[in-house]
């Protein structure tokens, strides 16, 4: 069996990691257009925010190939599929026969079609954040277009290094896709208060070279320009190859494209009218393709999906349908704009179909498993929004401990052993601990046990 | 010093877990702290040890030899049980012998019982229930450091830590005299429970069970990311961290918030305290360790651990809690399937000649490794496993997992022979019982969690009927042909040889010096050394002297929640029982403290399983079920029921799934349908 992988990104070498897990013989190739090693794009925004050096954020060593017997042909794209014979053909005239093929040929950056748009740069590759890192050393303000996920970790990465940075967005409200308008609102505003101005429900029409100038001529003064417009599958090879491509390339539960022996993984292909975005799903489908490759019979049903910004001092979490309202679904929702807090629940059937969780929470562990695994929602709503609000308080005050209650778990001694230690004439910790073992186990008892005879003491009037 | 002071106070060590406690125990039987000995200096004993002395005298002591559940005399037991051993093995060949020890035998007892196998039965086939205990964390640490002693450095050391990192121990349970050590740092408990020790923590980060080893992960890619390494340490200190850096690429704190259900921002904050410490260390327990990935999960911590810069710096460092009284010196010396004395490998050549050697026997005629514990139970009566079991200090009907299945293993021998001083459930299945010594009345050394040597001296006559486990060995192996030593004192001499040139090398320690230095840590390799608290200050135990970063990546659980089984279970202690609970099930006032098996679960499980606090409920896995009383609690996840196994019960639902390299089963996370008893 000899396997080709055309991509050597996120998803392709994934999938050749799982491939030769699962099979250490078949033979493996792996053509990469890029000549550096696969790298984390996640980690990306933590590059530029300087949170990272550019080479942290490689997925596998260069000398990982060689020790797992794939050969990887980085810097050589792949210019053409010749279905008929069962080769891949590189730009450089290379013909590598396969048996099986997978696609992992990712996607692109959207550049908008306006008047200097050339001037800008866009958020996409680690080549793209080399670029603007070094543009940022001499800039005194930028401007990002696009104010989706990563336009705004670029944006907050930027101003974290102390660069002004307004944020452009066409829509009415931040990350119109994940978020709710209070929400997006209530994100702004967060990012606002960390020096990044937002400008939502603008346009840009041009790039000039002291700024970008909007529709109806107003000019965002910047001398650095950042593009983060969305992405578009990258399908060229596939199409010219003649298979089913729609917005992606067509994939079935197998991941298998209509020419059976061809398989697309990653943000380059469509599963039941999805393309996904984002690394989650790129590997569900890695190991889904994997396991069929070398025999098995998984198949892949559609991703969940979780988009978890990552942005310093920004806590943001959307999982899921966050658009519906209270039409179609209960919403359980709290929002404290001055904290930066906004949280909300959607449950349809009793299970959780979406969430916004904005502002650090010990909810988001929870609610992302509750989400991810579609189990029933408990019918304490606000004891998940709120961990810790129902559980009981600790009684510091010894009046209000029952006489049952357990004050020396080391030693299994109850306030009323305690009192009734006291009553025989123990006025104090060692009196009581020489009695009732309290207090010699871990020790954490000792300031109950102090308070119980303090107050047993006061009460009748005893000076301890 | 070593004799028989029957009256007046007596300098011993409490009979349960690994912190070893001093205690006195004078006229009447009355115990009381001793303020020597570090563990518990502050005169500190937990209930357990306050009610040690019950089992002495409260009638529950086996004083005869038992066949077939008839008393006879000593002769007629040792003649019964030594003639069918010979038969069985001429039948079978060695190997149908099997030997199961414990991880609460003293060392002279751990040390004898390796011998008596190799030298008198001849078998390979020899493993002890500390497999269940600390084996994931002494395979990593062998892995990295290049030696495994559980704490290398003194507890003491830990008060003056600024951070203390606890993966997977409730030690406010298991050992509370140990949370005296931890009044000062700030402590990081890393458990699915909100336990007795989760709930003094100052940061408390409540995983999924079965996500530690991806926790873990999540820490080191903040530490990396947030440029937290100690650099200079890893390039002086360490090697491997390149590739671990690379393959900690994948696992972004997002990622390890969904697998774990652990918030990104509590990472952060932990790793934050653990860098920004002067002295930190991270500890981790059974939580950890009780994994199919138990090994992995151990080496996740201890590259965190490295990265930091924490091992072999004074003030800093990883341990392993370890949990059986002498669950450090019982890995030492030659009851592990792979082991001889000294912490040898049997597969060494060097070693075993040395062994031979003190043992007087050609080094070919000793076997090579064995079978591990569980699978050494889940081979006996079958066609190519052992056909008789001799068992010492272990109660697998109820502590190994799977337990019905292994009940039936047991059933299916044609012999087996126990040695206990009390009928538990596993002796109560047993051809032959010899009752034998309690730790008040005999004299050994233990080996605690720091790896410091103690002295645990007899301090009572035993009951008339009654013989040391080093009798027992000795009597059959006499009649195999065989002589042994049974004055532990000569044990003791001998294990110093045996062990002298090896990894735990014992050969300067005396009986003496221990009563003297209340305690001598290993290595001690001359009778003027001074032992060694914190041995990797110089250098790790490795060929180069650097201690290695091992990459590891985290999985699911061996066995995931269905539709089926749909909850997570974790099994685990609690506060007034000792692991099968064959001896604090027999202590009346432990017994009124927790009387029965129960199955804690979240308020919001319970209304959606319709089940009140109180009702008995029943729990289902695909190996078995188990009954128990429900405990409404908050401190628990949503997703877990948490069991205690000192029961029978708990074990029957655990899951025998094996970590690859240290043969431990996954007791800490299975697959459960609860449901109320009707």
Known sequence: MRLVVVGNGMAGSRLVSEVRTRDPHMKITIFGAETCQPYNRVLLSNVLAGSSRPDQVRLLDSSWYAAHDVEAAFGSAVAHIDRETRHVVTEDGRREPYDLLVLATGSEAIVPPIPGVERAIPFRTLEDCERILESAQQARKAVVIGGGLLGIEAARGLAGRGLPVTLLHLAGHLMERQLDVEAG????????????????????????????????????????????????????????????????????????????????????????????????????????????????????????????????????????ETHLTEEHAEVVRFSHRARGTYRKLVIRDGRLVGAILLGESDAVGTLTQLFDRGGPVPGDRAGLLFPGLSSAPVTENPTLIPDAAKICQCNNVTKGQIRACWEAGARDVAGVAAATRATTGCGTCKDAVEGIVSWLCEQEGISV | MVSDPVDGAVKTHCPYCALQCGMEIGPELAIRPRTDIPANASGALCQKGWTAGELLTNGERLTSPLLHGEPVEWDVALDYVANRLAAIRAEHGPDAVAVFGGGGLTNEKAYTLGKFARVALGTSQIDYNGRFCMSSAAAASIKAFGMDRGMPFPITDLAEADVVLLAGGNVAETMPPFVRHLDGPRMIVIDPRRSQTAKLAWLHLQPTPGTDLALALGLLHLVIAEGLVDEEYVAARTTGFDEVRTSLSAWW??????????????????????????????????????????????????NLALALGLPGRHGSGYGCVTGQGNGQGGREHGQKADQLPGYRKIDDPAAREHVAG?????????????????????????????????????????????????????????????????????????????????????????????????????????????????????????????????????????????????????????????????????????????????????????????????????????????????????????????????????????????????????????????????????????????????????????????????????????????????????????????????
């Not at chain 2, 990104?264 to 002295?279: E, L, S």
């Not at chain 2, 604090?584 to 399983?609: C, G, M, N, W, Y």
């Open chain 1, 185 to 320: 609102e209530v994100l702004g505003e967060t990012l606002n208060g960390l020096g990044v101005e937002i400008r939502t429900g603008v346009s840009a029409e041009a790039v000039l070279e002291d700024g970008v100038r909007l529709a109806g001529g107003e000019l965002v003064e910047a001398d650095l320009v950042i593009l983060a417009c969305g992405v578009r599958p990258i399908t060229k090879l596939a199409a010219e190859a003649g298979l089913e491509v729609r917005r992606g390339v067509v994939v079935d539960d197998e991941l298998r494209t209509d020419d059976p022996s061809i398989f697309a993984i990653g943000e380059c292909a469509e599963h039941d009218g999805m393309v996904y975005g984002l690394v989650a799903p790129a590997w569900e489908q890695a190991s889904v393709a994997a396991d069929v490759i070398t025999g098995g019979k998984a198949l892949y049903r559609g991703s969940r999906l979780v988009t978890r910004l990552k942005a310093r001092s920004v806590e943001l979490a959307a999982m899921g």
């Open chain 2, 253 to 302: 704190p997002e990622r390890v918030e969904r697998i774990t259900g652990v918030p990104v921002y509590r990472m952060r904050q932990a790793v934050r305290a653990m860098a920004a410490a002067q002295k930190a260390y991270i500890l981790t327990g059974r939580g950890a360790e009780q994994h199919a990935k138990g090994t992995d999960t151990v080496s996740a911590f201890i």
């Open chain 2, 358 to 678: 003190v043992w007087g026997v050609p080094p070919e005629s000793l076997p090579g490794p064995g079978r591990s514990a569980y699978e050494l139970l889940d081979a006996l009566g079958t066609p190519g496993g052992p056909k008789a079991l001799l068992l010492f200090g272990s109660n697998p009907v109820i502590s190994a997992p799977a337990a019905e299945h292994v009940a039936e293993r047991i059933a299916a021998l044609d012999l087996l022979v126990t040695c206990d001083f009390v009928m538990s459930e596993t002796a109560a299945m047993a051809d032959v019982v010899f009752p034998v010594t309690q730790w008040a009345e005999e004299t050994g050394t233990m080996t605690n969690l720091e790896g410091r040597v103690l002295l645990r001296r007899r301090a009572v006559t035993p009951p008339e009927g009654v013989r040391s486990d080093l009798d027992v060995l000795a009597g059959l192996a006499e009649r195999l042909g065989h002589r042994l030593e049974t004055d532990p004192v000569k044990v003791f001499d001998e294990l110093r040889r045996a062990s002298k040139g090896g990894l735990a090398d014992y050969s300067g320690i005396t009986y003496e010096r221990i009563a003297a230095e209340k305690g001598v840590f290993w290595p001690c390799p001359e009778p003027d050394h001074p032992g060694t608290p914190r041995p990797f200050l110089d250098s790790f135990a490795t060929p180069d002297g650097r201690a290695r970063f091992v990459p590891v990546q985290h999985r699911p659980a061996a066995e995931e929640v269905d539709e089926d089984y749909p909850v997570y279970l974790s099994t685990g202690r609690v506060l007034a029982h000792y692991q099968s609970g064959a001896q604090t099930r027999r202590i009346a006032s432990l017994v009124k403290a927790a009387p029965e098996p129960f199955v804690e679960l979240h308020p919001d499980l319970a209304e959606q399983l319709d089940i009140s606090a109180g009702d008995v409920v029943r729990v289902t896995s695909k190996r078995g079920e188990a009954k128990a009383v429900a405990r409404i609690s908050d401190a628990i996840r949503r997703d877990t029921v948490f069991m205690p196994f000192h029961w029978e019960g708990a074990n029957r639902l655990t899951n025998p799934a094996l970590d690859p390299t240290s043969r431990m089963p996954e007791f800490k996370v299975c697959a459960v349908r609860v449901e109320r008893d009707s």
